[in-house]
């Protein structure tokens, strides 16, 4: 499948936005920053690796450079600038964490200085918590852009939008939650998987009617999506009710399936292209 590369970007991106929009909201009212921290520093791990696969899309990897030629008229361009500006601003607010603390960063000299000023402007973790949600609204919004085309009837639906945003909430509430923050993360996961099995059938109707044969080809994709989100659904709701014994090893494996049926629904979507002639 030539759309591979595009299909783990795509879904890493939502995955590490997701993480880090969860993160953004839960400064305003987590005590426990350190945690905050951790997550966003695996968060930027996953953007790299999407940023990685997404380079063999183009054949070869340093042909990647050529997007940003294209920023401002190309979708595709606007959406790879945007990812990296966003693992921009979290790595950065990374940095900023880490030197803000008193035992941390001495031997760096100038540099750790230079965070301590910045880190005495007034409300900077409100700003950067701001600017990193917007971020990742704006980015998810990027990928709708590149895939909404009017020339593509099955891609340029509401569905599409559906698609993205839910893949965000569900992908970043599942790791989330795997990694601590139970309350946010399940709530958030939970409404996007009912909003994703809400749209199946109705989704699944409208891509019968524009493409009758090449949907009713990707019926197993289909099953394969509902059937693993429903099963990471029980799981990470049965572990949330064991509040004195929550397992990691469910919210795990929750959170594998969470991943593979995200899988499963975008390479649905990517095998359901057409052009109507």
């Given at each position: 499948?030539?759309?591979?590369?595009?299909?783990?970007?795509?879904?890493?991106?939502?995955?590490?936005?997701?993480?880090?929009?969860?993160?953004?909201?839960?400064?305003f009212c987590y005590p426990q920053r350190s945690?905050?921290?951790?997550?966003?520093?695996?968060?930027?791990?996953?953007?790299?690796?999407?940023?990685?696969?997404?380079?063999?899309?183009?054949?070869?990897?340093?042909?990647?450079?050529?997007?940003?030629?294209?920023?401002?008229?190309?979708?595709?361009?606007?959406?790879?600038?945007?990812?990296?500006?966003?693992?921009?601003?979290?790595f950065a607010a990374q940095l900023l964490a880490?030197?803000?603390?008193?035992?941390?960063?001495?031997?760096?000299?100038?540099?750790?200085?230079?965070?301590?000023?910045?880190?005495?402007?007034?409300?900077?973790?409100?700003?950067?918590?701001?600017?990193?949600?917007?971020?990742?609204?704006?980015?998810?919004?990027?990928?709708?852009?590149?895939?909404?085309?009017?020339?593509?009837?099955?891609w340029d639906t509401p569905f599409t939008i559906?698609?993205?945003?839910?893949?965000?909430?569900?992908?970043?509430?599942?790791?989330?939650?795997?990694?601590?923050?139970?309350?946010?993360?399940?709530?958030?996961?939970?409404?996007?998987?009912?909003?994703?099995?809400?749209?199946?059938?109705?989704?699944?109707?409208?891509?019968?009617?524009?493409?009758?044969?090449?949907?009713?080809?990707?019926?197993?994709?289909?099953?394969?999506?509902?059937?693993?989100?429903?099963?990471?659904?029980?799981?990470?709701?049965?572990?949330?009710?064991?509040?004195?014994?929550?397992?990691?090893?469910?919210?795990?494996?929750?959170?594998?399936?969470?991943?593979?049926?995200?899988?499963?629904?975008?390479?649905?979507?990517?095998?359901?292209?057409?052009?109507?002639?």
């Amino acid at each position: 499948m030539h759309e591979l590369p595009l299909v783990f970007f795509t879904v890493f991106g939502q995955l590490a936005a997701g993480m880090v929009l969860i993160t953004a909201l839960c400064t305003f009212c987590y005590p426990q920053r350190s945690q905050l921290e951790k997550i966003n520093w695996i968060a930027l791990v996953v953007m790299a690796i999407g940023m990685f696969l997404a380079s063999f899309h183009l054949g070869k990897p340093l042909r990647a450079l050529n997007v940003i030629f294209g920023i401002g008229r190309s979708p595709m361009s606007n959406e790879i600038f945007t990812f990296g500006l966003l693992f921009g601003v979290t790595f950065a607010a990374q940095l900023l964490a880490y030197f803000n603390q008193p035992n941390q960063g001495a031997r760096f000299g100038w540099i750790k200085r230079l965070a301590i000023k910045i880190n005495q402007i007034p409300h900077l973790s409100v700003i950067i918590s701001i600017t990193l949600i917007l971020l990742t609204l704006f980015f998810v919004w990027t990928i709708v852009l590149t895939y909404m085309l009017p020339t593509v009837k099955t891609w340029d639906t509401p569905f599409t939008i559906i698609e993205m945003y839910s893949a965000m909430f569900i992908l970043g509430g599942a790791a989330t939650a795997m990694l601590g923050l139970y309350r946010i993360g399940t709530w958030l996961f939970l409404i996007g998987a009912a909003v994703t099995l809400i749209v199946r059938i109705p989704y699944f109707n409208l891509m019968r009617s524009l493409a009758p044969e090449l949907a009713n080809a990707q019926c197993g994709w289909v099953v394969a999506q509902s059937l693993l989100l429903i099963l990471a659904t029980i799981l990470i709701i049965f572990n949330g009710c064991c509040r004195q014994k929550r397992s990691t090893s469910l919210y795990l494996i929750a959170f594998f399936c969470t991943l593979v049926s995200t899988l499963c629904g975008r390479i649905l979507f990517y095998n359901l292209w057409i052009i109507p002639m």
